[in-house]
């Protein structure tokens, strides 16, 4: 699996989660994975 998959995948997991945070953690994570896996990381 490719790092950037994986980072979108926790980014997913943390934006659903019902904590305070990790839903702007999980938005920021999830953009990270999409901009690595264009940029070919």
């Known amino acids: 699996m490719r790092t950037s998959t994986i980072v979108v995948v926790v980014g997913v ?4 989660l019902p904590l305070p945070g990790t839903f702007i953690l999980g938005a920021l994570l999830v953009l990270a994975g999409v901009v690595a896996r264009l940029l070919g990381a």
């Open 13 to 16: 997991v943390l934006f659903v």
